[in-house]
T-cell receptor, first 115, second 114 residues
Framework: EAEVAQSPRYKITEKSQAVAFWCDPISGHATLYWYRQILGQGPELLVQFQDESVVDDSQLPKDRFSAERLKGVDSTLKIQPAELGDSAMYLC?????????????FGPGTRLTVL | GQNIDQPTEMTATEGAIVQINCTYQTSGFNGLFWYQQHAGEAPTFLSYNVLDGLEEKGRFSSFLSRSKGYSYLLLKELQMKDSASYLCAVRDPYYGGAANKLIFGTGTLLAVQP
C-alpha cells in the first residue's frame, strides 16, 4: 500500500538554528499539505500545494517558515530561525485533488523539539 | 468564524459501544471526515460523509446531519487498540486561500478500559 514518506521522524534543535523537513507524497497525488499539530490539538494547515504551486499559505509564518515543491513531487519545509514555540509535530499529507471523495493521507510526521 | 466542537475525553469499556459527537459551524460544507490518531502517530482515515445519513464500515459507523451541523462516530465491539484520539474534520469550500480546505477539531481522546 502506497504511503506518504517523511524524514526525519524526530528532530531536536536549539533555538535560532535552521531545520528542514522532507516529504514524499503518494505517487500521482497532485495536492500536498503541510500541517502543524501542537500536543492536544488538531492539525492546522500551514501550506497547501497543487502540483508545484502554492494555493494556500495564509497560516504560514513567512518571516521564518518557507516551503517548496519544485518539481511538483516531493516537498521541503524549512524553519529559520527556530523558536521555542515551534516545538510540535509537523505532518505532511497528500491527496489526488481537493474535491469529492478525495481523502488526505498523512505521513508519519516529524516531531520537532526546540531547546 | 470556523468552529468544530468535540468532547475532549471519553472512557468506555472493552466490548461496549461508544458514540463520539462532533458539531460544526463553518462558512460552507463539502464533506466531513473522521480520522483516528494513536499517540505520537499520524492520523489515519476512517470515514467520509457528504450526504445525510449513516455510513457503515465494519465496527465503525459515521452519521451526518447537515441541517443540524452534527456528526457522530460510532465504534462497536470496542477493543483495547481503539484507545486513540478521534479527529473530526470539515471540508469548507469557502474558507482560506485554498478551495475545500480541511478544518480539524481538537480531537476526542478515547480510553478503552478492560
Amino acid at each position: 500500500e502506497a504511503e506518504v514518506a517523511q524524514s526525519p521522524r524526530y528532530k531536536i534543535t536549539e533555538k535560532s538554528q535552521a531545520v528542514a523537513f522532507w516529504c514524499d507524497p503518494i505517487s500521482g497525488h497532485a495536492t500536498l499539505y503541510w500541517y502543524r499539530q501542537i500536543l492536544g490539538q488538531g492539525p492546522e494547515l500551514l501550506v497547501q500545494f497543487q502540483d508545484e504551486s502554492v494555493v494556500d499559505d495564509s497560516q504560514l509564518p513567512k518571516d521564518r517558515f518557507s516551503a517548496e515543491r519544485l518539481k511538483g513531487v516531493d516537498s521541503t519545509l524549512k524553519i529559520q530561525p527556530a523558536e521555542l514555540g515551534d516545538s510540535a509535530m509537523y505532518l505532511c499529507a497528500s491527496s489526488l485533488g481537493t474535491s469529492g471523495t478525495d481523502t488526505q493521507y498523512f505521513g508519519p510526521g516529524t516531531r520537532l523539539t526546540v531547546l | 468564524g470556523q468552529n468544530i466542537d468535540q468532547p475532549t475525553e471519553m472512557t468506555a469499556t472493552e466490548g461496549a459501544i461508544v458514540q463520539i459527537n462532533c458539531t460544526y459551524q463553518t462558512s460552507g460544507f463539502n464533506g466531513l471526515f473522521w480520522y483516528q490518531q494513536h499517540a505520537g502517530e499520524a492520523p489515519t482515515f476512517l470515514s467520509y460523509n457528504v450526504l445525510d445519513g449513516l455510513e457503515e464500515k465494519g465496527r465503525f459507523s459515521s452519521f451526518l446531519s447537515r441541517s443540524k451541523g452534527y456528526s457522530y462516530l460510532l465504534l462497536k465491539e470496542l477493543q483495547m487498540k481503539d484507545s486513540a484520539s478521534y479527529l473530526c474534520a470539515v471540508r469548507d469550500p469557502y474558507y482560506g486561500g485554498a478551495a475545500n480546505k480541511l478544518i480539524f477539531g481538537t480531537g476526542t481522546l478515547l480510553a478503552v478500559q478492560p
